[in-house]
Nanobody
Framework: QVQLVESGGGSVQTGGSLRLSCAAS????????MGWYRQAPGQGRQGVAA???????TYTDSVKGRFTVSKDNANNTLYLQMNNLKPDDTAVYFC???????????????????WGQGTQVTVSS
């Protein structure tokens, strides 16, 4: 059983910063992809950032230069540092872990097996 628990969401003004954390527990393989996805009201779940076991990260274009994904393998914790936040970043953010995928990590949500419960990020103008 794999459990992912996100924390760190909240409300900020445009230009502010937040750091999301995702604590992973259970039978999780650290060699597989982990990522952050987000879902805004009325929209589908979108990939934001993902990271391989070797630390190689990929980002969706809209967050490049503003967001940084990192992973602490010793503590099985995934992070998302979000700077210069914009109202378009408002969404529920989900942590995800793949069961077998190790490359091309910023894929579709179907590439991931395990999901956290989500944490709300609200950016006001």
């Amino acid at each position: 059983q794999v459990q992912l628990v996100e924390s760190g969401g909240g409300s900020v003004q445009t230009g502010g910063s937040l750091r999301l954390s995702c604590a992973a527990s259970g039978n999780i393989d650290s060699r597989n992809c982990m990522g952050w996805y987000r879902q805004a009201p009325g929209q589908g779940r979108q990939g934001v950032a993902a990271i391989r076991s070797d630390g190689i990260a990929t980002y969706t274009d809209s967050v490049k230069g503003r967001f940084t994904v990192s992973k602490d393998n010793a503590n099985n914790t995934l992070y998302l540092q979000m700077n210069n936040l914009k109202p378009d970043d408002t969404a529920v953010y989900f942590c995800a872990a793949a069961k077998t995928r190790r490359y091309g990590c910023l894929g579709t949500p179907e590439d991931y097996t395990y999901w956290g419960q989500g944490t709300q990020v609200t950016v006001s103008s």
